[in-house]
């Protein structure tokens, strides 16, 4: 590892997982949202990206957590409130920009206390209500992660739960809020029971040092192979919507290389913080793209024709919330220094 991500306070390997993710989402996004047409290349690298992104975010999660309750650092209540609460601004934002911008029936003042309430989530939104709900309860079970990963029984018990709500999708009362929890029909939320397992192994992954274990890697690639099995012999993919155990378990093998990229190019060049900018301000990226895809959709409509095109504009979006993150933050710093005290 270079000494420069040696001094760093930061786990950078994790930075640049999360680059990773998000490049990987806001590229997704722009083919959903301003592409026309699709064709089939772009949008099996759509579902590929599909496939890891909550999934990885939810291993990144449970990776941080992990690293911040190692620390020893016990932080009061209401600066681990924050997470949350930028959390639940970030959807707002998203929500009520996609309410506003994309939805062809116009918006109304009950449409938007519906995501104020967190019983409307609209598209590609939805799955920070879902981080919302987690983080929050993190606050107050976040120090407890890492004593159950590391007693292979209680890791083993709670992948499996988290499994076996996959193969039993909810369908009973459509009540408020339950959605964010467990899978239901008809419903195109992230609900966190299935995909707990990620947050586990995450937290798990934290401590250690390489990458993956050969036993690891043969067990990624049996569930990766599993989905991979199960799209030839039925010709689509398992169900995201409600998402089915094998499409949860699917982005495994991902996962283990999305790791061991990162830990690899930590190891070997001293990493550039403008590089991991995305990794560092996931939510800025996330809001930031959201809204100006949502912006130029209601404006232009499809402006992307080709991946080239569609990548292309990720990396100009990429770019411009990186030059407006850098200016905003240079600007705050100075009128801070210029304020009287």
């Known amino acids: 590892m270079s000494i420069r991500n040696v001094r ?45 992104s909550f999934s990885g975010f939810l291993f990144a999660f449970g990776w941080g957590t992990a690293l911040s309750a190692r620390s020893g650092r016990v932080r009061p209540v209401w600066e681990r409130l924050q ?4 959390i639940l601004l970030a959807f707002y934002l998203s929500g009520i920009g996609a309410v506003i ?18 019983m409307d989530l609209p598209g590609h939104s939805e799955f920070l209500a879902s981080f919302f709900v987690l983080s929050l309860a993190m ?4 120090r407890g992660l890492g004593h159950v990963v590391r007693r292979p029984a209680c890791l083993m018990a709670c992948v499996a739960a988290s499994a076996a709500f996959g193969c039993l999708p909810f ?48 067990l990624a690639a049996s569930a990766t192979y599993a989905l991979l099995t199960v799209a030839s012999i039925t010709g689509s993919l398992p169900s995201r919507f409600p998402p089915s155990t094998v499409w949860v378990i699917g ?24 590089w991991t900018s995305p990794g560092r301000h996931v939510l800025i990226y996330l809001v930031a793209s959201n809204l100006s895809l949502f912006a130029v959709q209601n404006v232009w409509g499809p402006i992307a024709r080709s991946p080239w095109e569609a990548a292309a504009l990720t990396i100009v979006l990429m770019a411009a919330i990186t030059v407006l993150r850098a200016a905003l933050t240079r600007a705050t710093q100075a009128a801070f220094m210029l304020a009287p005290t």
């Open 8 to 52: 760093t306070e930061r786990c950078v390997e994790l930075d640049v997982f999360k680059t990773f993710l998000v490049l990987g989402m806001v590229f997704a996004h722009v083919v959903q949202i301003v592409q026309a047409p699709i064709d089939g290349f772009t949008a099996g690298l759509s579902n590929v990206i599909n496939l890891v």
């Open 83 to 86: 997470g949350p609460a930028k």
């Open 101 to 118: 911008l994309t939805d062809g029936n116009g918006w109304s003042a009950a449409r938007i206390l519906g995501v104020v309430t967190l």
């Open 139 to 142: 606050v107050w079970l976040g």
């Open 171 to 218: 369908d009973g009362p459509d009540l408020p809020w339950l959605t964010i929890f467990v899978p239901a029909p008809d419903n195109t939320y992230f609900p966190l029971a299935p995909h707990a397992m990620w947050l586990f192994l995450g937290a798990f992954y934290a401590d250690r040092t390489e990458p993956f274990g050969g036993i690891d890697l043969c």
């Open 251 to 274: 982005p495994a093998l991902f996962l283990l290389l999305y790791r061991a990229a990162s830990m690899a190019i930590v190891r070997r060049i001293a990493v550039p913080r403008l």
